[in-house]
Every structure is written in structure tokens, then in C-alpha cells.
């Protein structure tokens, strides 16, 4: 299954970093240039579901960008710039951008942003997931592993299904128990420890050596999608 692509058109190498620890953490596929040329490549070779655009870039202006964008494409545009003055602002909006935000900014602004465009243009997580031999169907919750259905106790279900909302990203052991047992619940964190493990005995080919269920050490877990 393919994540949701962001293309980052970004004169500002610093700033590009930064967005796409924000964004990768997120699950989505990040890609990146610095100038308006490589950018304009980088659309036709990855063909983004959404492009963060700066206005000021070193060889053409980010409009021409963006209208060449609009020609190939539908995606989300959400312009980054410091430009922001009303005239800059409603220029990007007649080009056709989903959203202007001027710089500087929060990137968890950002980020609630991106959602909200998503939400709006109905891009998102497709209701079944296929990784490798196994399947999840997020809406009737259900798992097959080679075809036979996977018999899940509570906890495991909704570990795996809020892990396969967010494909990619990181929880922390924190988050997932704050998340399935809530904080009035008089379990511990191990607990979330054990369930994720009878859970990748269920769905992993070899639970020691996880493709799908992935920790990533001193930061939490993620359902994996990245080799699919």
C-alpha cells in the first residue's frame, strides 16, 4: 500500500528538515527540493497527493510552479511563504491553492492543516490494508492472515487497528495504553507490552524478527508499510 505523498518545494534546507521529521513521524512519504527546476522534476517522477509550496525560490517564483502543478494535477497545494501581503495571499488562492500559511509557523499548525485539507478532499487511508500475506479491513475490522481469518482478543484488535490508522507512525507504550485502556484503567504499561506481543504471534510470520508490528527503540512502536 502506497502512503500519502508530500512533495516539500523549499529554498530553506533547514526548514525542509524539520518538516519532514513532523511529517514522516506521521506516516507520510516525504520528498524534497530546493529550487523550482528539481521541483517541477520531482512532480512529474512522484506525482504527489500534496505539495508544500514556497513562493521565493532561487531560479522561478513558486507561482509558475504551482500553475504548472495545477496543469498535471488535483492534489492538495498549500502555499508556505513569508510573502503576505493580500495581494501575494489571493494570487495563490486564483492559482488554485487549498490553503496559504505564512511563515513563520508551527509545524504541528501545519500538520493540523494537512488534515484538515485531507479530510476535505476525501484523500485518505483506504479502507483495506494488504501486507503481504496479510490483510486488515479497517472498515469491518476484521483480519485475514493467507486468507484465514485472524482471531484477535479485544485489546489486540484495537491495538492493531489504531496502529493501522496511522500506518508508519510511532506510539509510544504511553500513547497506546492512554489510547486502548484509557487512563482510568488500573492496568500497567507492560500490559500493552504483552498484548503487542501475543499480537505479532498472530500475525507475524516470525515474531522475533517483526515485519509489520516494528519498535523502534527508545521511541515506541509503528505498524510498518514501508516494503509494501
Known sequence: MDTIKILIIEDEQSLIEILRLYLEKDGYTVYSSTSASEGL???????????????NLPDHNGFHVARKFREKSDGILIFISGEKSKSTVLEGFEIGCDDFII???????????????IRRSGLSTPDVLKLGNLTINLANKTVRKNNE?????????????????????????EQLYDSIWGM????????????LSTLRKKIEDNPKKPKYIQTERGFGYKLSISSE
Request: hydrophobic share 45%; charged share 25%; aromatic share 6%.
Open 184 to 195: 482510568e484503567s488500573n492496568a500497567d504499561l507492560k500490559t500493552v507490552q504483552v498484548n
Open 149 to 173: 481469518e485472524v482471531d484477535l482478543f479485544t485489546k489486540e484488535k484495537m491495538l492493531l487497528f489504531h496502529l493501522a490508522q496511522n500506518p508508519n507512525q510511532i506510539f509510544s507504550a
Open 103 to 117: 511563515k513563520p509557523f508551527d509545524p504541528v499548525e501545519l500538520l493540523a492543516r494537512i488534515k484538515a485539507n
Open 41 to 55: 522534476r520531482l512532480i512529474d517522477e512522484t506525482q504527489p497527493d500534496i505539495l508544500l509550496l514556497d513562493i
